[in-house]
């Protein structure tokens, strides 16, 4: 089983950056592809971004493209969501997963962008 901690979330400044962090323990989440998910609030829970098991290949939401970037680092067991130019409607509980998501939710962390 794996147990995902994200962490790196805050309140910013609608234009300003924040980046996120996803942490595994229990086992190695390197073959899997991986995506970073949202869910604001009174809203389903939204794909944000996925990369390949190998990191070579990304693929964002219209929503976020040109502005977030994701990346992984598989000797660290970690994935990364970096976040530019953030807009008030970025706002929301972030969480990483499996792409697709598995049964390995964690609590996610908050981004609260301000205007």
């Known amino acids: 089983q794996v147990q995902l901690v994200e962490s790196g979330g805050g309140l910013v400044q609608a234009g300003g950056s924040l980046r996120l962090s996803c942490s595994a323990s229990?086992?190695?989440?390197?073959?899997?592809?991986m995506g970073w998910f949202r869910q604001a609030p009174g809203k389903e829970r939204e794909f944000v971004a996925t990369?390949?098991?190998?990191?070579?290949?990304?693929i964002y939401a219209d929503s976020v493209k040109g502005r977030f970037t994701i990346s992984r680092d598989k000797a660290k067991n970690s994935v990364y969501l970096q976040m530019n130019s953030l807009k008030p409607e970025d706002t929301a509980v972030y969480y990483c997963?499996?792409?697709?998501?598995?049964?390995?939710w964690g609590k996610g962390t908050l981004v609260h962008v301000s205007s």
């Open positions: 229990g086992r190695t989440f390197s073959t899997y592809a």
């Open positions: 990369i390949s098991w190998s990191g070579g290949s990304t």
């Open positions: 997963n499996a792409d697709p998501p598995l049964n390995w």
